[in-house]
């Protein structure tokens, strides 16, 4: 439901490096007409500046369940990305896996058959294992925009360091989420 007449973004931020660069990304969704929240898995906590975030969106970063009789602080969102994402999210939301608010959320949004885009952060070695492969296949069967194509968004190789600078495909991600923001003002 739109708040102010903008369309709700929720953001889902995976315990990876990227998600420290997460401030910025949300101040451009902010310019490009979203109302933006942030959920996080409780492994993105460590990467995250919340309180930053927080007052960015205006929103609490949520990152667990809240108990029945407690109202939800979060708009409802009409879209979702997934920045990073992991191996293990992607893995457990093409089995269904709903252990974290994230993936609750997540399995929700594709049940409810609203847009997701994820960017998946595999090291190569990852990206090749048969059970991640099948869980890509099945999420974008389902609708799911994955940015994933390592010859046009290199991967980091395993056990080799922090990610060469520059290596998370922001810019594509900008755009996009802004053709989505279009897509969604439409609707």
């Known amino acids: 439901m739109p708040i102010d007449g903008q369309p709700v973004l929720c953001v889902v931020a995976c315990g990876g490096r990227p998600a420290a660069d997460l401030p910025a990304f949300v101040a451009q969704m902010q310019t490009a007409g979203w109302h933006v929240c942030v959920v996080a898995t409780p492994s993105a906590l460590k990467f995250m500046d919340c309180d930053a975030l927080a007052t960015l969106t205006g929103h609490a970063v949520r990152y667990d369940y809240k108990q029945p009789d407690e109202p939800d602080v979060l708009p409802q969102p009409e879209a979702f990305i997934i920045a990073p994402a992991t191996f293990n999210t992607i893995n457990k939301m093409a089995a269904g896996a709903s252990d974290t608010l994230a993936l609750g959320m997540l399995n929700e949004a594709i049940g409810m058959g609203l847009p997701i885009i994820a960017v998946p952060t595999p090291n190569v070695a990852l990206a090749r294992h048969p059970a991640f492969q099948a869980s890509v296949k099945a999420l974008r069967s389902w609708g799911v925009d994955l940015m994933f194509d390592p010859d046009r968004w290199p991967l980091p190789t395993p056990n080799m360091g922090p990610p060469a600078a520059g290596l998370f495909p922001w810019a594509d991600l900008v755009h996009?989420?802004?053709?989505?923001?279009?897509?969604?003002?439409?609707a």
Do not use: I
């Open 176 to 186: 996009a989420a802004t053709a989505l923001t279009e897509a969604t003002t439409k």
